[in-house]
T-cell receptor
């Protein structure tokens, strides 16, 4: 079974600075997808970024980028130029390319300090 | 494009009462998911639909939970009777197929007293 581990329950960053959130996962599969979702207090899970395991290039979306290390089974999220609106819970999630659901980590609560 | 719609946003009930949640997925999305998110945890799948067929309900407590997806569009998740441990956020998500991104609704926060 696949597992996702987020070892940082809470993180904080100064506004305009850069922060990296960690995620590791365990799987025996070679083809899968990885996601970072943001969940603000409104509870809506918002997709931040997605990475296909077969792609060597790290995904980027504006201020958000990932460091995908397939051999190490690591998938960290880097947020550059942090903004107050980035404050939220961030969940790392794994999807195997088959009839399985998203598997989420326990989340990291990010605070942004003005 | 409208996102996933859920109602109600909040529900407070006493234990042993029934409760139902409604979800309208993104238009054209054939796959629909119900997740439960306990406090301080990530969401966990309850049931997945492909069109109107429930294809993965192994985590659904079938003694008290039921779900349906009429005509492969809207879905309803029901709990009867509710227990204190059912207090959680119930999230609905949809996708075009299994291997692309799942889009989530705003969730329903259920409190069982």
């Amino acid at each position: 079974a696949q597992t996702v581990t987020q070892s940082q329950p809470e993180m904080s960053v100064q506004e305009a600075e850069t922060v990296t959130l960690s995620c590791t996962y365990d799987t025996s599969e070679s083809d899968y997808y990885l996601f970072w979702y943001k969940q603000p207090p409104s509870r809506q899970m918002i997709l931040v970024i997605r990475q296909e395991a077969y792609k060597q290039q790290n995904a980027t979306e504006n201020r958000f980028s990932v460091n995908f290390q397939k051999a190490a089974k690591s998938f960290s999220l880097k947020i550059s130029d942090s903004q107050l609106g980035d404050a939220a819970m961030y969940f790392c999630a794994f999807l195997f390319s088959g009839n399985t659901p998203l598997v989420f980590g326990k989340g990291t609560r990010l605070s942004v300090i003005a | 494009e409208a996102g996933v719609v859920q109602s109600p946003r909040y529900k407070i009930i006493e234990k042993k009462q029934p409760v139902a949640f409604w979800c309208n997925p993104i238009s054209g999305h054939n796959t629909l998911y119900w997740y439960r998110q306990n406090l301080g945890q990530g969401p966990e799948l309850l049931i997945r639909y492909e069109n109107e067929e429930a294809v993965d309900d192994s985590q659904l407590p079938k003694d008290r939970f039921s779900a349906e997806r009429l005509k492969g569009v809207d879905s309803t998740l029901k709990i009867q009777p509710a227990e204190l441990g059912d207090s959680a956020v119930y999230l609905c998500a949809s996708s075009l197929d299994l291997t692309v991104t799942q889009y989530f609704g705003p969730g329903t926060r259920l409190t069982v007293l």
